[in-house]
């Protein structure tokens, strides 16, 4: 499939059945108990369904079943984007209660995974299943699968890796960037090229697990192309794609006090700098892999989708924002212009 073969058809088919598997879980949502918890999950709908636009290319990935993949998709970030409304938008600051929170998302990726007690330590948990039945439909998607048996190992480190991201940085001010820094540490012989701040960024992306997934349709599949995966994604793919996430949103998050993994970088030169390096390897590295144009179409749609939301216009950052488009390719350009067209048209 060429890359606009591949764009029409993730519009026009693709969008569709991200928006109907939307529409599911905001009726459940619409139904949960809790009046918190049921705002807090028909919100993580509302405001973050992009997330699950585009992390649905998958559902283009060779030899996958589209209808199963943006199931599995669409129900796992949805588990994604409501826990991180629930550690982010109800003044908890609980440890145990986040990490038990976030055991959902390692128990999606185990058809084999009794369900833990979520909200065991959470003040609020009349969610009427709603949480068990996300993760429920995550776990029989991936029995239907070949070759998950392979990447499941791979798929579940990312997993806990995000888990324990979503966990620290939601704590208190006063603790959650010393208690980080002494998760990461030891991870940095391991990734010398990065700071501890990128590595952060890296584990808060589902993409990895994303292509996980759709790897595992293949009867072929070998544990080195699933190592071949991890290395690409982690930390450069998902890198990249959380560093947009967090360079558009600089000013919204130094206004509010969030936590910010691009504010970190001690000047807009830098800034620039590393978010070129993770371009450049981004798309180096996924020309390594068994569908390279597929690949290719991933890296850029990522700087499509988040160079063209109106945020990166913001003052501060127009300039480089820029820069990065002038130094992408005419492949993202043009993918530029058609997620300027779908915003206009409010389908992204």
């Not at 598997?21 to 709908?45: C, F, G, T």
């Not at 501890?196 to 589902?206: L, M, R």
């Not at 070998?222 to 690409?232: L, M, Y």
């Not at 450069?236 to 504010?263: K, M, P």
Request: proline fraction near 3%; charge should be neutral.
């Amino acid at each position: 499939m060429n890359r606009a073969t591949l764009i029409y058809t993730f519009v026009t088919k693709i969008f569709p059945l991200v928006k109907q598997e939307l529409n599911v879980w905001r009726q459940r949502a619409e139904q949960i108990p809790d009046p918190l918890l049921s705002k807090q999950a028909q919100e993580s709908i509302r405001f973050k369904a992009f997330h699950c636009q585009g992390g649905s290319i998958y559902a283009l990935y060779p030899g996958v079943n589209r209808e199963e993949t943006v199931r599995f998709i669409v129900a796992y970030q949805t588990i994604s984007d409501y826990l991180d409304n629930l550690v982010d938008s109800l003044e908890v600051e609980d440890e145990t209660a986040f990490a038990q929170l976030h055991l959902a998302m390692e128990e999606a990726l185990d058809p084999r995974a009794a369900l833990s007690d979520y909200y065991k330590y959470y003040p609020y948990r009349q969610d009427g299943g709603y949480l068990e039945q996300l993760v429920r439909t995550c776990q029989a998607s991936l029995n239907s699968l070949p070759s998950y048996h392979i990447a499941q190992e791979k798929a579940l480190e990312l997993a806990k890796l995000y888990s324990r991201l979503q966990t620290y940085k939601h704590l208190s001010v006063e603790l959650r960037e010393s208690i980080m820094l002494d998760w990461i540490e030891p991870y940095l012989k391991t990734y010398p090229a990065i700071t501890a701040w990128e590595f952060a960024a890296a584990t808060g992306s589902t993409l990895g697990i994303f292509c996980f997934y759709a790897a595992s349709y293949d009867l072929r599949l070998r544990e080195e192309d699933v190592e071949k995966i991890f290395r690409v994604y982690f930390p450069w793919i998902c890198g990249l794609h959380i560093l947009l996430d967090y360079f558009i949103d600089l000013r919204e998050d130094r206004e509010t006090s969030q936590l910010n993994f691009v504010a970190y970088y001690p000047s807009s030169e830098r800034v620039a700098t590393r978010l070129k390096l993770f371009i450049e390897n981004s798309f180096k590295q996924a020309a390594t892999l068994q569908y390279p144009t597929f690949e290719r179409a991933v890296v850029q749609g990522l700087l499509a989708m988040y160079l063209s939301d109106e945020k990166s216009q913001d003052r501060d950052i127009r300039l480089i924002t820029r820069q990065l488009l002038g130094r992408s390719g005419m492949g993202v350009k043009v993918l530029y212009w058609l997620c300027c067209q779908l915003r206009k048209r409010k389908l992204l």
